[in-house]
């Protein structure tokens, strides 16, 4: 079975989960002033700016390519600001930056491995001098192989969460408020949370779920794979290493932004979202979208407006937030 027999697959299943009642969408009302058009006039955006205050910055993660070279490219129209776009390969990185200037638009790079702390540690020192905060992050890098193998569940976890839980825990102390966090997680955690085991499925979905206690749920995911039995996590060939990593994006976007609820810097706004079937090389170039149809939902979570209740702390689907419900079941 390749990718897109896969993929169909879960489409399917996904759907049937909505026909018996489990509806995975619940309508959000669009914020005021938002459209679908990519193409309009950068400018004032509603942020509230004081006298002095320096420029607003963006970054978005592995946007080398596909989805994020496509965020990129359409916070370069919509952000008001600077907009980075970072990559692993410095050469890779600086090609799509010439490539977008090609188009007229003025990105601006910096190098960064989400593996790496290293590097995590340099972007932050450079974003604290050069603009003493950090107003978006997209946390868009990431991975896929559908072998499930020890090997291939710790890289692909490395990268799809640890990489997230690290640029984030870097990167948070610099948002300043009124800042948006984009989490570019996937619906195959959701059909990989329905195939879990009651027991993580209760874990998983517990609202009082730490940060620490879904690092220690993925590293047991990781240690099992490979040992006999499934240990209650999915096997199957995308819900079980990418699905897996994709439940941790998810769940801890919601942890994120219940912790940043208790900030005393404003109006912080975390999402996770899914850009749909998109055709990148993550992908072998197969899907239903091109990448800047894929960039729409993150688009429109980037560009919240100020002091939005809604979508906040939701996995987001074609600009819908899907059904994550979190319980008070055990731990
Ligand atoms: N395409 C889809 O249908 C789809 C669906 C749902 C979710 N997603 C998610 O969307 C995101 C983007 O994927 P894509 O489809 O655009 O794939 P892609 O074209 O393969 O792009 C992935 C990007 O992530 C970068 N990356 C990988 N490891 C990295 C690391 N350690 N540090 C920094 N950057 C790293 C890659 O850099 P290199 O060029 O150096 O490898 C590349 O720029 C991923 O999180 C993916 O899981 C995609």
């Keep these: 079975m390749d990718f897109e027999d896969a993929n169909l697959n879960l489409l399917i299943s996904f759907n049937r989960l909505s026909k018996i009642g489990h509806?995975?969408?619940?309508?959000?009302?669009p914020p005021v002033g938002q459209s679908d058009n990519l193409e309009r006039d950068t400018g004032d955006m509603g942020f509230p700016r004081k006298m002095g205050e320096r420029k607003r910055v963006a970054v978005v993660t592995g946007s080398n390519k596909g989805l994020g070279f496509a965020i990129v490219r359409g916070l370069c129209k919509q952000f008001d600001g600077d907009v980075y776009l970072t990559a692993r390969n410095e050469s890779l990185g600086q090609q799509a930056v010439l490539d977008l200037r090609k188009e007229g638009l003025n990105p601006r790079f910096h190098q960064l491995d989400v593996t790496k702390p290293d590097t995590i540690v340099k972007l932050r020192s450079f974003l604290k001098d050069t603009y003493g905060g950090l107003d978006l992050l997209v946390n868009n890098a990431g991975k896929m192989d559908m072998e499930l193998s020890a090997a291939n569940?710790?890289?692909?976890?490395?990268?799809?969460?640890?990489?997230?839980?690290?640029?984030?825990?870097?990167?948070?102390?610099?948002?300043r408020p009124h800042a948006r966090v984009v989490n570019v997680s996937s619906l195959i955690s959701v059909v990989a949370l329905r195939k879990c085991s009651?027991?993580?499925?209760?874990?998983?979905?517990?609202?009082?779920?730490?940060?620490?206690?879904?690092?220690?749920?993925?590293q047991t995911f990781v240690d099992c794979v490979g040992?006999?039995?499934?240990?209650?996590?999915?096997?199957?060939?995308?819900t079980g290493a990418y699905g897996v990593s994709k439940i941790g994006a998810t769940v801890m976007s919601i942890i994120q932004q219940r912790q940043l609820l208790n900030d005393t810097r404003p109006d912080i706004v975390v999402n996770a979202c899914c850009p749909g079937y998109v055709m990148t090389d993550l992908t072998g170039q197969k899907g239903m979208k091109t990448i800047d149809q894929g960039a729409v939902t993150p688009l429109y979570l980037a560009m919240l407006p100020p002091n939005i209740t809604s979508p906040k702390g939701e996995l987001v689907s074609e600009k819908q937030i899907v059904k994550w419900e979190m319980t008070n079941s055990k731990l």
């Design 198 to 218: 009651s027991e993580l499925q209760q874990k998983l979905t517990n609202r009082n779920i730490s940060s620490e206690d879904l690092k220690r749920l993925m």
């Design 153 to 175: 569940a710790e890289s692909l976890m490395r990268t799809n969460f640890t990489g997230l839980c690290n640029v984030s825990e870097v990167l948070f102390p610099l948002l």
């Design 227 to 238: 040992t006999r039995g499934g240990h209650g996590w999915p096997t199957g060939k995308l």
């Design 23 to 29: 509806s995975p969408k619940r309508e959000i009302t």
